[in-house]
C-alpha cells in the first residue's frame, strides 16, 4: 500500500468443564431485538439514498448492537482472536455477562491491556500493515480521525461517508487478516469475529475518545508518551506538525 492521507481532526459456570471450548465473543443477549426495536423507534430514520447505500442504522449481528448512519464519527474496537483466550476464561468470562454496556466495555479493554495472547500485533511489519490498511482509503471510503494499532486489538474513531461501518470493518479485517497470516507463516482466524462500536455524542465525546485511543499505550504501560508509541495518529500528527 502507498496511499495515505493524512490524519484529519484530532469491545466458568460451577461445574462446566475446564477443557470445553467457550467463544470469548459476548454471550447471546436475548433482550436484543427488543432493544434494537426501541432505538429503532426514537432514532432519526434513514434516508432512502443511505439505505441504497448499505447504511442499516439500529442493527444487531447476534451478539451486540451496532448503530450505522452516514456522516457519523464511530469510535470501533476489534481485537486479536486469542486476546480472551478460552483457557483463561476464568479471567473475563465474568464481566463478558455485565449488563452494563459501559462497565463491560471498560473490563473488556482493561484485559485487552495486559496483553494477553500471541499479541501478533507486536510484530513490526504487521503493526505497519494494519496501519497502512486503516489508512489506506482515508478520504475515500471513510475520514480516518484517530487509531491505534495495540498489541492485540486495535482501536480507531472514523466518520462514515460513502461506505457503511459494517464494510469498512470487514473490509480491514479480511484484507489484514490474509496479509498478517502470510507474514507470520501461519493459518486460521486472526481476528474475532465481533467489533464494538459506539458513535460520538458530541464534541465532548469526540475529544473523550480521541483522548482515550491515542493514550492507550501509555495507559497498557508501552510508552511515557502517547506519540512515542510507533503505530498511532498521535504519533503521525506530531510528525505532521513538525514537518511544517
Request: proline share 7%.
Amino acid at each position: 500500500m502507498n496511499r495515505q492521507s493524512a490524519s484529519k481532526r484530532l469491545s466458568p459456570p460451577g461445574g462446566q468443564d475446564a477443557r470445553a471450548p467457550i467463544s470469548s465473543r459476548p454471550p447471546k443477549n436475548p433482550g436484543l431485538r427488543e432493544l434494537i426495536a426501541g432505538k429503532r423507534a426514537w432514532a432519526e430514520p434513514l434516508g432512502a439514498a443511505a439505505k441504497e447505500r448499505g447504511f442499516r442504522g439500529w442493527h444487531a449481528r447476534g451478539y451486540l448492537p451496532h448503530f450505522d448512519a452516514p456522516g457519523k464519527s464511530q469510535f470501533v474496537t476489534f481485537r486479536l482472536h486469542d486476546a480472551m483466550p478460552a483457557n483463561r476464561r476464568l479471567e473475563w468470562e465474568a464481566f463478558l455477562a455485565l449488563e452494563d454496556d459501559k462497565e463491560r466495555r471498560t473490563q473488556i479493554e482493561a484485559y485487552l491491556d495486559r496483553g494477553v495472547g500471541e499479541c501478533h500485533l507486536r510484530r513490526p511489519d504487521v503493526a505497519k500493515m494494519v496501519e497502512e490498511a486503516l489508512l489506506f482509503f482515508d478520504g475515500e471510503r471513510y475520514e480516518m480521525l484517530a487509531w491505534v494499532v495495540m498489541p492485540n486489538h486495535v482501536h480507531t474513531l472514523f466518520e462514515t461517508t460513502t461506505t457503511p461501518l459494517d464494510e469498512v470493518v470487514h473490509s480491514w479485517k479480511s484484507f489484514t487478516s490474509k496479509e498478517a497470516n502470510k507474514l507470520l507463516g501461519r493459518t486460521g482466524d486472526f481476528w474475532e469475529l465481533e467489533y464494538f462500536d459506539r458513535y460520538m455524542r458530541d464534541e465532548e465525546h469526540f475529544r473523550k475518545t480521541v483522548r482515550y485511543i491515542e493514550n492507550n499505550p501509555v495507559k497498557a504501560h508501552l510508552v511515557r508518551e502517547p506519540a512515542q508509541w510507533p503505530w498511532g495518529s498521535a504519533r503521525r500528527r506530531v510528525e505532521m506538525e513538525g514537518a511544517k
